[in-house]
């Protein structure tokens, strides 16, 4: 819901709390809440920079971004870091490929 991780499967423990608009990660909730946007977006970049982008802060942010701007809970709880340039679709589906 705030991250895109598949929350089933080998993710299924990664599950923090369930919300009306549906499940957290364990990541991304912090004591039963939901961190801050800009504490996810971070994590976000964190993770595509170990994992994808080969230390290309731009890229990581881009992606983040874009992957962020996806989801039902960042359009309907925006903030500031998810304006800005996004990853291409070809760029985002390369990333996801890497995974």
């Given at each position: 819901m705030t991250c895109g991780m598949p929350l089933e499967g080998a993710h299924t423990n990664d599950i923090a709390f369930e919300t009306p608009e549906g499940f957290v990660c364990v990541f991304d909730s912090h004591e039963g809440a939901i961190k801050p946007g800009?504490?996810?977006?971070?994590?976000?970049v964190q993770f595509f920079l170990s994992?994808?982008?080969?230390?290309?802060?731009?890229?990581a942010e881009r992606l983040t971004r874009k992957n962020m701007n996806t989801l039902p809970y960042?359009?309907?709880?925006?903030?500031?870091?998810?304006?800005?340039?996004?990853?291409?679709?070809?760029?985002?589906?390369?990333?996801m490929s890497l995974l």
């Open positions: 800009e504490e996810i977006f971070e994590g976000g994992e994808v982008t080969h230390g290309d802060q731009d890229l960042w359009q309907s709880h925006p903030f500031g870091r998810l304006e800005g340039p996004l990853a291409t679709e070809e760029e985002f589906q390369k990333a």
